[in-house]
């Protein structure tokens, strides 16, 4: 079974700062998703940023972006110029390509100060 | 597009009651998925519908099940209520095709009694 570990329960970062949230994982397939989700205090969970694990670059969107590390099975995030509205606990997820099904890691808490 | 909704949004439940949530999907999205959120197991995936039929399951009890109806709604039920129900259900649509970008409603709060 897919294992997904995100070894930070809680991070910090002050704003406007660059912060790198971590997160392993365990497969044995070759071709799959990894997401990364953000569920702030209202608990609605936000996509942030998808990576194919066939694409060797690394997903973009705006200030996030992640290192994929395939042969390492690394998937961490970087937050540039972070905001107080980044603040928020972020999970990382696995999904295979033959369904739905996401395995979320334990997630991160991130404390945004001012 | 309107987003992903589910209702109630909050529910109070007594032991060995039996509870139906409800989850409806972004338009055009097929597939909707069932997750629960506890503090101590973290996010778990219950089962996954597509048009109409179970496609994916999760390791819950039997006491859980579901269904999706023909519009691509989704009722999630869970019979006999034990005190470790108690969690925040949230629901998940996609196109149901890859990449399976899920898209999560606002959540289910249960408290069980």
């Known amino acids: 079974a897919q294992t997904v570990t995100q070894s930070q329960p809680e991070m910090s970062v002050q704003e406007a700062e660059t912060v790198t949230l971590s997160c392993t994982y365990d497969?044995?397939?070759?071709?799959?998703?990894l997401f990364w989700y953000k569920q702030p205090p209202s608990r609605q969970m936000i996509l942030v940023i998808r990576q194919e694990a066939y694409k060797q670059q690394n997903a973009t969107e705006n200030r996030f972006s992640v290192n994929f590390q395939k042969a390492a099975k690394s998937f961490s995030l970087k937050i540039s110029d972070s905001q107080l509205g980044d603040a928020a606990m972020y999970f990382c997820?696995?999904?295979?390509?033959?369904?739905?099904?996401?395995?979320f890691g334990e997630g991160t808490q991130l404390t945004v100060n001012p | 597009k309107a987003g992903v909704t589910q209702t109630p949004r909050y529910l109070i439940k007594t032991r060995g009651q039996q509870v139906t949530l409800s989850c409806s999907p972004i338009s055009g999205h097929r597939s909707v998925s069932w997750y629960q959120q506890t503090p101590g197991q973290g996010l778990q995936f219950l089962f996954e519908?597509?048009?109409?039929?179970?496609?994916n399951k999760g390791n819950f009890p039997g006491r859980f099940s579901g269904r999706q109806f023909s519009n691509s709604r989704s009722e999630m039920n869970v019979s006999t209520l034990e005190l470790g129900d108690s969690a925040l259900y949230l629901c998940?649509?996609?196109?149901?095709?890859?990449?399976?970008?899920?898209?999560f409603g606002p959540g289910t709060r249960l408290t069980v009694t």
């Open positions: 998940a649509s996609s196109t149901g095709t890859n990449p399976y970008e899920q898209y």
């Open positions: 497969t044995s397939e070759s071709d799959y998703y």
């Open positions: 519908y597509f048009s109409e039929t179970q496609r």
């Open positions: 997820a696995y999904q295979e390509t033959s369904g739905s099904r996401l395995t």
